[in-house]
């Protein structure tokens, strides 16, 4: 059972989320003078936040970090206030929402939901052991000279590829079929000879020794006979499933993302999505960003609707 907070204050917009869109949606209604407080589980930026290079946002050039903090400055100028809590649990009451932050109940009478999406795992044997990681670069300085395994055939996989020779020998990346990534990377790819691609082989096992990661024990999908790639580390990047899992689920589709409507809103009036979590996203940070600021003014034409 959620204990209260200590205030029993009602905040008029509550944030899950740290990325683009949440910081985004923050902005615009902290601007609004309404109440907002951001929530944030783990680290500020999300997936986001640990990009090394952006390219591709209107008016910056920089690291997903560097991003996100001038977003936090933006939004906390204007008020919003940023708190770190893990969001287990929204239900609707009559004319609020209760929030469960940490087993502590946060009241708010519109919520915003901009939580992302999270590494899809593939459930495979030793996936767990030291070694085997989802994010280059959280782990890239641990591969220094090293060769290591990247896991994957699309944008995600190749991009981190070309991050991890920042620090490793080389790369191998396997991928179950031909590569899905843009024209532009398989360009780079051709000319880049220090990373190898295997395509046709459907990874099936991960081998360790002496409790660390061996190799990666694979399937070729033509012949079905099995080969072993020796890696210190392997890096997996096989797509995104949102992070949703707390959501009530009468606004999830069958993937787990929010289904909105075209102002944002869910089913459950008061709550609303953006971002990557949200049915049709095309997880784009600027896109993402945009979605923020129109849920945040959703948001508030709902509560002004609301406190006549």
């Known amino acids: 059972m959620p204990v209260p907070t200590k205030s029993a204050k009602l905040l008029d917009v509550a944030v899950i989320g740290s990325g683009p869109a949440a910081f985004t949606a923050a902005i615009y209604a902290a601007r609004e003078n309404l109440s907002v407080r951001l929530y ?6 999300g997936l986001t936040g640990i990009i090394s290079k952006i390219e591709n946002f209107p008016g910056f050039a920089g690291t997903g970090a560097q991003l996100m903090q001038f977003m936090r400055t933006q939004a906390e100028s204007f008020g919003a206030k940023v708190e770190y809590g ?21 009241l708010a009478r519109s919520v915003i939901v901009a939580t992302g ?8 044997p030793g996936e767990d052991l030291p070694g085997v990681s989802y994010c280059a670069t959280c782990d890239g ?5 090293k060769k290591v395994i990247v896991i994957g ?37 051709a000319a880049e000879p220090r990373i190898t691609v295997i395509t046709g082989i459907e990874p099936w096992e991960f081998v360790a020794r002496s409790g660390k990661l061996a190799s990666v024990k694979g399937r070729l ?9 020796s890696a210190h ?27 909105t409507k075209p102002d944002f809103s869910t ?3 008061g709550l609303f999505a953006a971002g990557d979590c949200r049915m049709g996203s095309v997880k784009q940070a600027v896109v993402a960003a945009g979605e923020g600021a129109s849920a945040a003014i959703s948001a508030s034409k709902y509560l002004s609707a609301h406190l006549c």
């Not at 999908?221 to 790639?229: D, I, P, V």
């Not at 997996?236 to 993302?257: C, H, K, N, W």
């Open 221 to 229: 999908k033509e012949s079905g006979a099995t080969k072993s790639f």
């Open 40 to 45: 944030e589980r783990e680290s500020i930026g």
């Open 117 to 124: 999406t999270v590494r899809r795992k593939l459930g495979l």
């Open 141 to 145: 300085p641990l591969v220094a000279g």
């Open 86 to 106: 893990e969001c287990t649990a929204v239900a609707k009451a009559k004319d609020h929402f209760a929030l469960t932050i940490d087993e502590e109940s946060v």
């Open 153 to 189: 055939g699309g944008n995600s996989a190749v991009q981190e590829s070309f991050f991890l020779l920042k620090y490793a020998s080389g790369v191998t990346i396997l991928s179950r079929s031909a590569l899905r990534c843009s024209d532009v990377l398989k360009a780079r790819l």
């Open 233 to 259: 580390f392997a890096f997996v990047f096989v797509g995104m499933v949102p992070a949703t899992g707390f959501l009530p689920s009468e606004i999830l589709a069958s993937d787990g993302s929010v289904e």
């Open 267 to 269: 089913r459950i009036p």
